[in-house]
């Protein structure tokens, strides 16, 4: 049986992409799963965090494997890693379609990091119309929620006025999870049991729940 792979697309910069990738395998591995990450973002700030990650931890206990892949070798990557792995966990470039559409085609699933403004949502628009074409299943995942609650009429409104589904688990504007980002960690493994690191583990089963299949 194959492995399920997972990409975590937007073309806005500043949507927290790589923070949600690496939590997101953290989060897959420590539930159980075997998990492979594949950066396709040249910037390589995912690469940078793995590498981080050894040295906090040790080479041989990431619980992840890494690779990098761009362009067309991504889907045949992320295909090839789905042979060994229960799931892969791909990291797109911001600004490329060229560059993530490869990636978008070779998920069963795409998730998609967005920040609660009316602005950024908006600004989500050509990143969903990509997937779109692709006939690929996805959810926006609203990243960095203010601690209100709820989210504003506005906001509310401006995510239905795009009449695509987003995943009922909100992030919050939480300092841990970029911090716990610089030792190679995640909010689960620095603070487990805190909100950020129950948010995080409750975004996973959802966005496994809804993985085709």
């Known amino acids: 049986m194959s492995g399920h792979i997972i990409t975590i697309a937007q073309q806005k910069g500043g949507s927290g992409k790589t923070t949600l990738a690496a939590h997101l395998a953290v989060a897959l591995m420590r539930s159980g799963g075997r998990v492979a990450l594949l950066d396709c973002d040249p910037q390589g700030s995912l690469g940078e965090w793995f590498e981080a990650r050894e040295q906090t931890l040790g080479d041989d206990r990431t619980g992840l494997s890494f ?29 490329s379609d060229v560059e993530s559409r490869p990636a978008i085609e070779a998920a069963h699933l795409v998730a998609v990091p967005v920040q609660p403004t009316p602005i950024d949502l908006w600004a989500t628009q050509p990143t969903l119309e990509m997937i779109a074409k692709e006939g690929t299943p996805s959810l926006l995942v609203i990243n960095r929620a203010l601690a209100r609650g709820a989210l504003t009429k506005e906001i509310t409104d401006a995510i239905h006025a795009l009449g695509h589904p987003a995943a009922q688990t909100r992030l919050g504007n939480r300092v841990a999870f970029a911090s716990s980002m610089g030792e190679g960690l995640t909010v689960m493994e620095i603070d487990p049991g805190s909100k950020g690191a129950l948010e995080m583990e409750t975004l996973a089963r959802e966005l496994v729940a809804a993985l085709p299949g």
């Open 67 to 95: 690779r990098t892949a761009s362009g067309w070798g991504a889907r045949r990557e992320a295909r090839s890693l789905a042979r060994d792995y229960d799931f892969i966990v791909i990291d797109t470039p911001p600004k």
